[in-house]
């Protein structure tokens, strides 16, 4: 498995901005497909957004088609998320995930099978 640390989270206003970002702990980084997730209060956990291998593929749920945009640096081992145009429904623990070897890309929930603790995200309004 894939050792995930994210970071980045924090309180901001409606409209503000915020960069998530993901730490992997892994040999060859290149080698998995990333997301991210998020768990609103009283919700599911849900996939936000997630990113080939070398991230030339890329799907983002409709809610946050736009204002989100999922990136990765395979030389640092690092997966980010640009939040921008914020508001008080993205509230939530967001946790950066791998996906199962197997898969270049997906966009199937069930394919992730490591997860980082997550970092909460809070927007006021």
């Known amino acids: 498995q894939v050792q995930l640390v994210e970071s980045g989270g924090g309180l901001v206003q409606t409209g503000g901005s915020l960069r998530l970002s993901c730490a992997a702990s892994?040999?060859?980084?290149?080698?998995?497909?990333m997301g991210w997730f998020r768990r609103a209060p009283g919700k599911e956990r849900d996939l936000v957004a997630s990113?080939?291998?070398?991230?030339?593929?890329?799907y983002y749920a409709d809610s946050v088609k736009g204002p989100f945009t999922i990136s990765r640096d395979n030389a640092r081992n690092t997966l980010y998320l640009q939040m921008d145009s914020l508001t008080p429904e993205d509230t939530a623990v967001y946790y950066c995930a791998a996906a199962k070897p197997a898969y270049t890309f997906t966009d199937n929930e069930r394919t992730f099978d490591s997860w980082g603790q997550g970092t909460q995200v809070t927007v006021s309004s």
């Open positions: 990113i080939s291998r070398i991230g030339r593929t890329t």
């Open positions: 892994v040999r060859t980084f290149s080698s998995y497909a």
